[in-house]
């Protein structure tokens, strides 16, 4: 999420989710369908920032005796896939017309029978998190980690 607050798309989002939800409503997962930028923006988000070059390891042992390991990297910034793939750009995820693009090079969490069990809960996690305003002010050390905060949900 770090690059959805870097990169500054929020007020465009906060204006798209003001100008569709009106500023009583609280975002929920089926208002992806009418919040397109707002949608492309969070996709963009994981795909930028996939914590994973590396998807799950697939074994093959009656076939190929050999150890699958797919390159989500090389997926998720490959210039044949993406305009601009090392930079961030939500426009990735619309059309001309800007409408959301389901795009089938987005394998963030992967594809087919072993897709992550996450792939539906993270969309739902990931509205309510940009529902709130979150400093990206970090406590010095190894890790970058979040300042301690508290959470008091208030409709905007």
């Known amino acids: 999420m770090f690059w959805f607050w870097f990169f500054s ?3 465009q989002v906060q204006e798209e989710l003001d ?6 409503t609280s975002i929920c997962y089926e208002d992806r ?3 397109p930028f707002t949608n492309a923006v969070l996709h963009e988000t994981q795909r ?3 914590p994973n070059a590396v998807g799950t ?5 009656r076939l190929i005796d050999t150890i699958v390991l797919p390159n989500l990297f090389s997926v998720h910034y490959d210039p044949e896939e993406w305009e601009t793939p090392r930079k961030f750009n939500p426009g990735h995820f619309l059309d001309k017309d800007g409408n959301f693009l ?3 090079a987005f394998l963030i969490f992967m594809a087919g029978v072993r897709v992550c069990l996450g792939e539906k809960i993270a969309p739902e996690e990931v509205s309510l998190f940009i529902s709130f305003e979150v400093t990206v002010e970090t ?6 980690q979040p300042q301690p905060f508290k ?3 208030v409709p905007h």
């Open 9 to 11: 798309p929020a007020e």
């Open 19 to 24: 100008v569709v939800l009106g500023s009583s």
């Open 33 to 35: 369908k009418i919040l």
């Open 48 to 50: 930028h920032s996939s």
């Open 57 to 61: 390891v697939h074994t093959k042992v």
């Open 102 to 104: 389901n795009k089938y």
């Open 139 to 144: 406590i010095p050390g190894f890790l970058a």
């Open 151 to 153: 959470i008091c949900a």
